[in-house]
């Protein structure tokens, strides 16, 4: 029933390649299916300005497509001056998750800015840029550890993300583009590895949803990301 | 226990004025407590680019706060030459919400664009401003019916907002600043007055959330949410 | 004669409220018939670039229209990334006119922006905005002094400003939306309590303006004036 | 008493070199003793969008300054992305000054730009804009009725612009840099040559102006400004 | 003598992975050694406004980084709002070169746009830019010829492109980075694969360079390209 | 042959005024024919962040046109509010070509801007500013020295720039517009007073260019150079 041939419940191939590039402190390629997402977690000394002398760090993040990333190809953003309203809120929804992955406390005055750029997009770039991103930004903790800068790691837990959403009136999980553009609600769910709510955004854009879609949909979710998990603790101990 | 005194499932005093400016096709002043937002719907004879010729119509949402309706003075936004991210996603959030309550394709060939101006905040700008948004569009609708320009109203139902949290570990509804600058989670649900979801968007601020604290705040969510129905409508009726 | 079945002579219905939000440290309503601009001023301890170390303080002002505060919707000036050529005469106006009040070497290193935003237009905001704008400053000044940041206000008189023009051949006082877009000429004119000019700007919209005509919209700006500063009396000994 | 030597009646050396660039439809240097100003005059078949269909012609002024016009650089606005505040108010009051010289309906659909760019500052960059300005509109005019895009030109009236201020206490015409940045008033005049104002700005830079100086002033810019219209008719006829 | 151990004449493995990604008309991944450019060509079935009605085609081209493609981190340009100077002068070579390869009256009136974006920077990312940019143009005008929207190719000839410069006395074709970073000259030379210069930039960066040394680096330059025709002709035929 | 009436190796009429305007530190009127560039050298007792705290000083440029400087206006990129791409490659040559007129060690902590504003255009316009700025360059350094900030100038060597070109079969030296915008290759060549190159730009606009005529041309711009060393050398004795 799904264009894919695939169950309610499967997810897409995921492959998470590190050491991708080799000037970044962490640095992922991250493949949902088609969908493929470069992260990279860089460091710097330096805090923003409203966590100055707080001793504290700080996670960021920010998100860009390659303008044919996509079917058509779109206006570059750097070009057009000024980032859209979607790659705004995809941002800061990666820099909300990825804070909640990490002690700032514990972080020191450093700055880790996860950079999400889309390659080629097919669906869930946002799921797949967390997903990624913490694996990036786990690197990044361990070379500050690994160059004394910190004396453990701050990570408190791993994050997460997948979507889901109901498509012809079945709930599924990871939806690539054909899904993704007719379904009629759209979730993204954010977890942590100990079994939390990170962050749930869930959208109808055709009729409303109800709690049962809901309660499915959240289980749907939380299988595929305890599949995420494996697939993050895979590539770390590669 | 919550500073205003309030129970946990009580929300502020909701008050809604129509005709509050005398320009706009709808004009609303909405209030959550000391969170004053109005609301103007503004009809124009053309849609976007992207749904010209389809005999379609579009709403969409605007966002905006004045400098000083917050506790220190913001960098007013047209100054500094661009909308912070916080706004652009706010904007959206609202369009989305309340292009749900109307049957675009029985709008004809219309935009109506809803402005929603923060006089003062005082914590729940944004579910105030659909809550109060959607009153100003069905008066805009109204007018579009009296003028004869559209047959009869393509109203499909009633949208409303309500933020819930878990503050200091008990869930609460329609948080003030004080309980939501403090607050663990953080949710909005947007509902029709049918039952259903338009939208959720739960955020952990501090520690993730649980299964058991999204049923709960969902349960807030929905009874706040009739009130919000009621108050509405006895407004339309006034 | 004039649309509102005004005489030549006479002011619109004039009011202002004090404290009409709640943040700012002052906070002023002022209406000029259908014109409804709220002015705050907000303090800063700090003072611009220009003036660092001088010991002196600084007062400015900004200015925006609310998207449908008129008869069509403007867009908005924070969404199109640049405020207009109007809006930024308007606030330099409003800036220069109010910074004559103050006696700046005894403000101390303060800033205070004046924020004039405009909820509902016909006609004159930029005179309502520095005759309400002045009101909102006192309260401001009086903050200071009352928390013990200053030893006692830096006011060194009253400000206000009224518009006049010729309509259909005739001099007028304070000019509503109908009479200003149809005046062959429109002046705004900005005094001091104690009779003295800070300010003139008149300009012929259509035929060029006389002699005569000056000195009789001049007489009748003072008189409006006049009636302006015991408005402005009335609200602040309230 | 003036620093220049200068009576207070007495303005600078005025000069007008026509065809002083050779693209231009209409191409002036004038000077104000050591201000400077290249003022082009360029016609364009279109009109702006809000005249398309009427019949009329338009007529609009952009104003620079060349960076190290002034005694210290100041930065380029192009660079910095954005036209100051001050560049904003005075090309809008060039416009307007040069658009009551013409009868725009009488212009056809052409739109003419008055370029006004300041390669030399010392006071009074806006009132030789102008009346340099008017000499290059009436050449571009001349130019539409000698290619018999015109059958006459739809010049009415002459236009000239002059500063007056009180400097230490008296009245004086055409204030230099000197005088300018110490004046207590300083006032913009804006005349036809048949004896009526198209636009006053006076501001009172330190004490507030009376009655008479504002009299006194006015009478100094007339005698100033029938000056200025001689000096434009011999350079019209040479 | 170089840092990487290869001769003067010797250039880095270049590689050309045609089809990269799945979306766009043209797609190639190349690499000279550490330097990896992403070139994408995208054609759309309309022309800039100076080209409309003419019956011809245009190439552009457009240029990026990713923000962590260099040792240290660079702003995003999309989020400063603007592109950088740099930035603007590479696409505009790149655009130029690639204009040279086609014959645009022959292409209709499509505009192909060829992004390169660069995944990881070793220096030559401009070179790199160009070189893999005419293959995947190639790949879109086959593409139009596949889909019959063009009866022939419109390719005129290959264009390649490498870097020259003279590193610690001696001429040395495609720099890496620490040698970019520290050569006396650099030199951008682009040539088509019948022998001609399309364009030639040699910059001193340190002590000017004379006619000899000129000679020297256009030698090494055509050598070093003609192995670049040969890979791109491999790839091509693969 | 040529449009002018010149041979291929004879330049336009050269004139450089120096004290053009009497504000800058260096000001120089460049005329090459009909292209006339005002050059003006600003000294900042300042340097870029890159350089703060290493003792050395920094030379930029910045380049304009006035709107209509060239047959039809161009829009002023202060209004648009970005300078276009051809800008910026043009004032990071100018920048470039001057730097490797100083001893930027031997300069102190200054920074020297070099603006360059087009009044006229016919072509040439860069090599124009390049070769005028030059002098205003040297007089800046005198200045430094006459005001005893420097013990002696930081010149190195005198630069100067000619484009050399193809038209019509031909090399020819200092194209005009009527040329430059019908050549097949089009070369800017900078060069020191010492016969070295500084920067070499050559483009084929048509057909590529080969050995033979990038020689034919580089022979032609060393004697078109060799005399605008003589005019700059005749300009500082002056």
Same sequence: chains 1, 2, 3, 4, 5, 6.
Avoid at 29 to 42: P, R
Avoid at 138 to 162: F, G, I, T, W, Y
Avoid at 173 to 187: F, G, H, I, R
Avoid at 204 to 233: C, H, K, N, Y
Wanted: aromatic letters at 4%; glycine letters at 10%; proline letters at 4%.
């Amino acid at each position: 029933m799904r264009p894919s041939g695939r169950t309610p419940e499967q997810p897409r191939d995921i492959r998470i390649t590190r050491h991708y590039t080799r000037h970044a402190e962490g640095s992922v390629l991250i493949e949902f299916g088609d969908t493929k997402v470069i992260c990279t977690a860089s460091v710097e000394n330096k805090v923003p300005p409203f966590l100055r002398g707080e001793g504290k760090g700080w996670i960021t993040a920010e998100y860009g497509m390659l303008p044919r990333s996509t079917g058509s190809r779109m206006g570059r953003e750097a070009a057009r001056g000024k980032q859209g309203g979607r790659t705004v809120e995809i941002q800061r929804l990666i820099g909300r998750s990825l804070r909640a992955a990490v002690d700032l406390s514990a972080l020191g005055e450093h700055t880790i800015t996860v950079d999400c750029d889309v390659i080629q997009a097919d669906g869930g770039t946002r799921t797949a840029a967390i997903t990624g991103g913490c694996v990036a930004l786990v690197d990044a903790l361990n070379h500050l550890v690994a160059e004394k800068r910190l004396k453990k790691s701050p990570l408190k837990q791993m994050v997460a993300a997948v979507s889901v959403g109901v498509y012809k009136g079945t709930p599924v999980v990871d939806l690539d583009y054909p899904e993704d553009s007719e379904a009629e609600t759209d979730m993204n769910v954010i977890m942590t590895d100990q079994g939390g709510f990170i962050e749930i955004q869930g959208t109808a854009e055709g009729a409303p949803f109800v709690q049962e879609e809901l309660d499915s949909m959240l289980t749907l979710a939380r299988q595929g990301i305890t599949r995420l998990f494996e697939i993050q603790q895979e590539a770390l101990s590669a």
